[in-house]
Nanobody, 123 residues
Framework: QVQLVESGGGLVQAGGSLRLSCSAS????????MGWFRQAPGKEREFVAA????????NYADPVKGRFTISRDNAKNTMYLQMNSLKPEDTAVYYC????????????????WGQGTQVTVSS
């Protein structure tokens, strides 16, 4: 089992940047594929990005391609989401998630979830 804690959210102006972190407990972090999802007010939670256990393979949702970068440091049990050129439509609660199976874009593939961190982008 793994416990996940997100941090790094906040308020930023459009065009700005933020880096989210997801810290994982336990010694098995490197055996999980990891992902980021987000949920805007009044909307369903949606896929943002994911990466493989090694971090060499990544998967991004179209709205964030070229602006967001997902990465991980297995030695530190931490995953990151670098968010650049932020837009008001990026405003959401961002969740990290862990999967034993795949770095896919379906929520059902992820067994463990963090509590989320709020990102607000002002126009």
């Amino acid at each position: 089992q793994v416990q996940l804690v997100e941090s790094g959210g906040g308020l930023v102006q459009a065009g700005g940047s933020l880096r989210l972190s997801c810290s994982a407990s336990g010694r098995t972090f490197s055996t999980y594929a990891m992902g980021w999802f987000r949920q805007a007010p009044g909307k369903e939670r949606e896929f943002v990005a994911a990466l493989s256990m090694s971090g060499r393979l990544t998967n991004y949702a179209d709205p964030v391609k070229g602006r967001f970068t997902i990465s991980r440091d297995n030695a530190k049990n931490t995953m990151y989401l670098q968010m650049n050129s932020l837009k008001p439509e990026d405003t959401a609660v961002y969740y990290c998630a862990a999967s034993r199976n795949s770095y896919g874009n379906s929520q059902s593939q992820y067994e463990y979830w963090g509590q989320g961190t709020q990102v607000t982008v002002s126009s």
